[in-house]
């Protein structure tokens, strides 16, 4: 791999506490009539573990082989039909050990995503769900073995929660990236990553337990 460093991109936080709010102060006078229509927003903290396996095949440069596994922590904020439809907001946070072809040692890494969900609630038991991303950042840390870089792209998700107990969830989620875009200073012809690379390859999974309120 060789050594680049990151290039700053725009950040979508604000951009989502604004969506957030929107949402909250639009459907909260819902939630004073939960009892009649069967709606409410619900807020969903969750705390899992992740696994990413992304091959980047040779092109312009060497391929490579950039692995991780590690917990992450994520929020939901949604709004919930009578009908047992959702819909919400979601934001999360991977932080870990990356191990990297022609690295000796494991790289700090960090991985932020947010983006909605759409899901189907079953008896209140279990929920299957649909997702998108409209962040999705993977960066590799500097460090004494590479200097850092960031892949990004769009991201797509389905996933499966089952109720346990009362306000205890489990749930089990597959991630397609897309990965397309690439920033750092040797990526002097632009920062498509078909540019650099010839094919892009992505396999991520999670589990993790979330609360419902």
Known sequence: MPK???????NCAT???EIAFYLLVTLLPVQANAG???TS???EPYLGFKTENTKLAAGLLPAADIKSSAPYAGLKLGYRSFSGVDINLFAELTKGKARIDGLADSNDFTKNSAGVQLGINSMGQVKMYLGTSFLNEYKVEESSQTQSYTISGPSFHAGILLKIVSYLNVGVQYYLNQYNKVTGSAFTSGEDLDTYYSKVDTQEY???LSSTF
């Open 4 to 10: 680049i460093v990151s290039v700053s991109r725009p």
């Open 15 to 17: 951009t989502l506490l």
């Open 36 to 38: 009649i229509l069967g």
């Open 41 to 43: 927003i619900f807020v």
């Open 206 to 208: 999670s589990l993790y």
